[in-house]
């Protein structure tokens, strides 16, 4: 049937009870897009109406601390999961072409997209993607549970090089906003519309352009920021860096370096990262984060770091140590030189002892991008409390036996702690070839509504899904 399209104004929100999802019953007006019901057959991929391109401030971010908000201004949302039944689609390319462990089934969920990158779960339990080559996010629903996106919807466009996003819930308000990192900083959007451009902004810069932001479980915006190289000393100090900032883009007055003279150091949660595409909170608090490390060592050196224990005001090395452990890292583990780029030390690391080691790292060179904590309860229970990390697969290796696969990797987690891994999904390049040329890249992953998990492929524009059939 074809999609019913108009214009609607947010008029109520329900939360429904039993694992079910907020769903948004909304009519937009001028210049307006909102969601349908998530169970509505009219879901519309042409429902578009263009708000203007964001505006770029390229200066420095808020210099002068504020008083830090109320803990939980902003609740980050925590879909639920669902126990209706989805249908699993024919064979198509991938579940002919790629390997997942027995008694899983792989199918195509979205194609067409270009760069999708990190995803996200809506309010009303459709899949938001960051689609970076088109600057916009797009909602994938499945009204009909076919295991089928109904359409590819864009519901913010007109942004530069958008990475992930991020959903909460005002508490005062009771409406759901949605946080959008791009090349610059972060931008925010509500009802559809724009509301403040930037939150966060003069991030955008040469070497690694991707940004990543994601709510705390106490209502603060961490924002993650590449390096502008491979191994130098940054001259801006909001870059290989993991920021943190109130959700108006001010200084939080307890972060660690508040008061710096720098006022681009001000931000900072923790430093010395070259890299962290994705971070996420355990169930304990901690702050998991993974790390994209130095090229041009060896193929084998550095370890890339998988789960990084990320601490306030730490130091985690780059560019002048690295971990030096392959797999699960034990205590007591110290860092050690990286003398092949033999960056000189500059404050405030003088030695190896100093930087805060990876908690569990991989074969050098993966490029892990997104990372998600398996918190449903449809997979084995040998991957509950678990972590998946889309490993993009990097260029940095010369021997053919040393190519790094490009594929998701599990991580095992008991008691708290990172302690093996194993590949989960596999098959997206030949035996010689790089993941450059592969005919699939991996680069995000989300653990879906229905306890499944969802794959961004941003080579060639899918999104899967992966069940457990128990076949």
């Known amino acids: 049937m074809k999609p019913k399209q108009r214009w609607i104004t947010v008029t109520a929100l329900l939360l429904l009870v039993s694992g079910t999802f907020w769903a948004i019953s909304a009519q937009a007006a001028g210049g307006k897009i ?33 008083t830090t908000p109320p803990a939980a201004q902003c609740v980050p ?63 994938l629903a499945d009204a009909d549970n076919d295991g089928l996106a109904d359409a590819v919807e864009p519901v913010a466009t007109g942004l530069t090089g958008a990475h992930s996003v991020a959903w909460c819930q005002d508490q005062a308000s009771k409406q759901h906003v949605m946080y959008i990192a791009v090349n610059d900083g972060v931008v925010k959007w509500q009802d559809g519309v724009l509301v403040k451009s930037p939150i966060v902004s003069g991030l ?13 479980p106490d209502g603060y915006l961490y924002v993650t920021a590449g390096s502008s190289c491979n191994a130098c000393i940054e001259t801006d100090k909001r870059r290989a860096t993991i920021m943190r900032y ?35 909170w355990m169930p304990d608090g901690q702050l998991w984060a993974n790390m994209n490390s130095s090229d041009g060592l060896d193929d084998n050196v550095p370890p890339e770091p998988a789960v990084i224990n990320i601490e ?36 405030p690391i003088s030695n190896c002892d100093q930087p805060m080691p990876a908690l569990f790292t991989d074969l050098a060179h993966q490029a892990p ?10 997979f084995p229970a040998q991957y509950q409390g678990g972590l998946f990390e889309a490993y993009h697969g990097s260029w940095n290796t010369d021997n053919v036996a040393n190519y790094r696969d490009c594929k998701v990797q599990f991580i095992q987690v008991q008691d708290g702690k990172p302690t093996a ?20 890249r991996p680069a995000g992953v989300a653990v879906g509504p229905h306890g499944e998990l969802f794959v961004s492929d941003d080579q060639n524009g899918n999104i899967y899904r992966v069940v457990y059939t128990g076949k």
């Open 34 to 66: 909102w969601l349908p019901f998530i169970n509505s057959s009219s879901v519309s991929s042409a429902a578009t109406a263009t708000p203007p391109p964001p505006t770029v401030n390229t200066g420095p971010p808020t210099a002068t601390p504020t």
């Open 77 to 139: 949302f925590q879909p639920g999961i669902s126990t209706e039944q989805v249908d699993l689609p024919p064979e198509d390319d991938a579940s002919r072409r790629l390997t997942v462990p027995s008694g899983f089934a792989v199918r195509i969920f979205a194609k067409g997209l270009n760069g999708p990158r990190l995803m996200a779960i809506g309010p009303d339990g459709a899949l938001y993607v960051a689609e970076r080559g088109k600057g916009r996010v797009v909602r």
């Open 204 to 216: 955008a810069g040469s070497g690694h352009s991707t940004r990543t932001a994601h709510i705390s």
């Open 246 to 280: 109130n959700l108006d883009g001010s200084i939080p007055t307890d972060n660690p370096f508040a008061n710096d003279s720098d006022p681009n150091r001000r931000p900072v949660w923790a430093e010395g990262l070259r890299n962290s595409v994705d971070f996420l």
């Open 312 to 347: 306030k005001g730490r130091h985690y090395g780059w560019p002048f140590c690295y971990t030096p452990v392959l797999g699960a890292v034990p205590p007591g583990t110290k860092e050690v030189r990286d003398t092949t780029n033999n960056v000189p030390f500059a404050a």
């Open 369 to 378: 991008l997104g990372m998600a904590r398996y918190s449903a309860t449809q």
């Open 421 to 440: 891994s194993s590949t989960f999904l596999d098959g997206f390049r030949e035996p010689n070839q790089k993941c450059g040329s592969a005919w699939g």
